[in-house]
């Protein structure tokens, strides 16, 4: 259930601190986040979603070797033909099925939508014309069915780093989201900008704090294009690829299993 924060759900923004939440999970029950990634998907259930499941369960072990703990989120609203609603390992089996390697990550189960609502994720002041709207694509159900999909990535402060939000037809780029994580962790770990289309071994960007004086001591040799714009190439040992940890599956699914982060043997 989600607790008070400094930032509302009508204030959450990039660089804003997030909500506190406990919640119950397909793993254990969670009651803190570390360095998180975090999902939120319309239903269980539902084929879009699924696609996006078995497509992160493909990348675990990538976010886990970033230090990054990955989290989905559903209101899990799909009844059965008893009318009770499915349970998410029942799903869990499913993705396992399409998938080459077993999911590792934990569901949240939000089922009263106290944290969609906290995240704004699901909004409590939808009239009813929305409220239609909400649950009448898909066959996604009778409960609180969010007609998007969003993601948080949330740094060791509980700060929020970035948000991405898509429209509830429209399944994640989940490439896009790793390599955001290597261009936010780049960044701070250099004190650089990325440009467009980012990836480690690319030139980067000197912040225009620095004048050209204070820039050719912490960044020798870097190229004029504008004054505004000054590009430099970055030894790999300087971007995030140099805390990137080789992990066995086991110490992968430990780091991304439910509880205080562990140590991780190298």
Not at 40 to 54: G, M, Q
Not at 156 to 176: C, H, I
Not at 189 to 213: M, Q
């Amino acid at each position: 259930m989600a607790q008070s924060s400094p930032a509302s759900a009508e204030s959450l923004r990039v660089g804003g601190i997030v909500p506190d939440f406990d919640a119950e999970t397909t793993q254990a029950r969670l009651s803190s986040r570390l360095r998180t990634f975090l999902f939120a998907f319309p239903d269980d259930f539902t084929p879009v979603a699924t696609t996006e499941l078995a497509s992160f369960t493909e990348l675990q072990s990538e976010f886990a070797q970033r230090h990054v703990k990955l989290f989905a989120l559903s209101t899990n609203n799909t009844r059965n033909r008893k009318g009770h609603f499915e349970p998410h390992e029942k799903w869990v089996k499913d993705i396992n099925e399409i998938s080459e390697t077993p999911l590792m990550f934990p569901i949240i189960s939000d089922a009263d939508g106290s944290i969609s609502l906290a995240f704004n994720v699901y909004s409590a002041s939808l009239d009813e014309s929305d409220a239609d709207a909400v649950k009448a694509d898909d066959a996604v159900g009778e409960g609180l069915a969010f007609k998007s999909r969003t993601v948080f990535i949330i740094d060791d402060q509980k700060r929020l780093r970035l948000l991405f939000n898509y429209p509830a037809a429209v399944g994640m780029n989940t490439a896009e989201v790793l390599r955001v994580i290597d261009c936010l962790q780049t960044a701070r770990r250099a004190d650089v900008r990325t440009p467009a289309n980012w990836i480690p071994g690319g030139v980067v960007i000197v912040p225009p704090k620095y004048d050209d004086e204070a820039a050719k001591k912490k960044f020798p040799e870097f190229k004029v294009v504008k004054p505004y714009l000054r590009f430099y190439s970055l030894p790999e040992e300087k971007t995030n690829v140099a805390q990137i940890q080789d992990l066995s599956e086991k110490d992968a699914a430990q780091f991304l299993a439910v509880g205080d982060e562990p140590q991780i043997s190298t």
